[in-house]
């Protein structure tokens, strides 16, 4: 499969450089040499007929515009610097974004794609056709079929899912956050009054704590399969936590002072972590929904805003 690297007229830096790394012919046989085949610095030097000091500062142009890897291995005499082609594509689009229109890239993940997880009693994974495993056995959560989960809950703990980072790729950063999950609290059967301080932590940073007031079975959820038991949490309610460059809203209400500067986007991954700190008022578990459970037909949707 080929690897793309796209870039457009808001990618100022990584275009400029881009132009730059390719304005030389002799990087352009460099990118070309690297076409099926790994090669050190005196290796291309050789190759190339020009000094290794020259194909180094090359290697470093490319390699600065995010064209080429380099991976230092152990030689022969020290260590040296092993080159390979890093995209297979290059595209640039030159018809920039209109800075009044905002782009909102949303990703839905499973509720059973959770990455981590601290679970204790009473908890359980069920799937949109039976419970996995047994309730209240925290190793229903690792088992493979967790994977198609449609409600997880636990008396207390969190999950944990990676989601894709795509402010990463871009190097650019979003200007809001916005996660939407249905979710209540967890009490045995279920409880309409038990609450529960329910947190979320985006890369480790505490966005804010929202207090769920009950674990919700009085009446069935709307999208419970006929198996479902009557005198079990049967829904939730669809919470929304808003992170922008002015803080923290919850369902719309103020809730914090965390504002997008203070979460790191330098990885790969968004972490999103969902459930009781250790120092809430409230230890009262969760109760998260997939598409085919509850209320809500959707799973745990993150979306950023550019």
């Not at 808001?10 to 070309?32: F, Q, W």
């Not at 022969?76 to 920039?96: A, T, Y």
């Not at 209540?184 to 985006?202: H, V």
Request: proline share 5%; aromatic share 8%.
């Amino acid at each position: 499969m080929a690897k793309i690297l796209e870039l457009s007229l808001d990618d100022a830096e990584s275009l400029s450089l881009v132009g730059k790394a390719l304005s030389s012919p002799t990087r352009v046989e460099i990118i070309r040499l690297l076409d099926t085949y790994s090669y050190n610095i005196a290796e291309i030097a050789e190759k190339l007929q020009i000094p290794a000091s020259t194909a180094a500062v090359h290697i470093r142009a490319l390699e600065t515009a995010n064209l080429i890897n380099t991976e230092v291995q152990p030689g022969e005499r020290g260590s040296m610097k092993l080159c390979s082609r890093k995209n297979d594509i290059l595209s640039i689009q030159l018809l920039g974004t209109p800075g009044i229109i905002n782009e909102v890239r949303s990703i839905g993940m499973p509720v059973g794609a959770y990455t981590d997880c601290n679970i204790s009693p009473t908890c359980g994974v069920a799937t949109e056709n039976e419970i996995i495993f047994h309730e209240d056995s925290a190793m229903s959560f690792y088992l493979p079929e967790r994977i198609g989960a449609q409600i997880i809950w636990s008396s207390s703990g969190y999950v944990e899912y990676k989601f894709p980072n795509e402010a990463y790729m871009r190097s650019k950063k979003p200007k809001q956050l916005t996660l939407s999950v249905e979710i209540c609290s967890e009490a045995p059967n279920y409880r309409e009054d038990w609450k529960s301080d329910i947190t979320l932590w985006i890369n480790s940073t505490k966005s804010a704590t929202w207090t769920c007031p009950g674990d919700f079975g009085a009446r069935r959820g709307r999208l419970n399969p006929s198996w479902w038991p009557d005198g079990s949490s049967q829904h939730g309610l669809l919470t929304t936590w808003v992170i922008s460059e002015n803080g923290t809203e919850i369902n719309g209400q103020k809730a914090s002072p965390t504002t997008l500067g203070d979460i790191a986007f330098d990885a790969p991954s968004i972490t999103v972590r969902i459930g009781n700190a250790e120092s809430a008022q409230y230890v009262g578990g969760f109760n998260i929904f997939g598409a085919k459970f509850g209320d809500y037909a959707q799973d745990i949707i993150l979306s950023l805003e550019y």
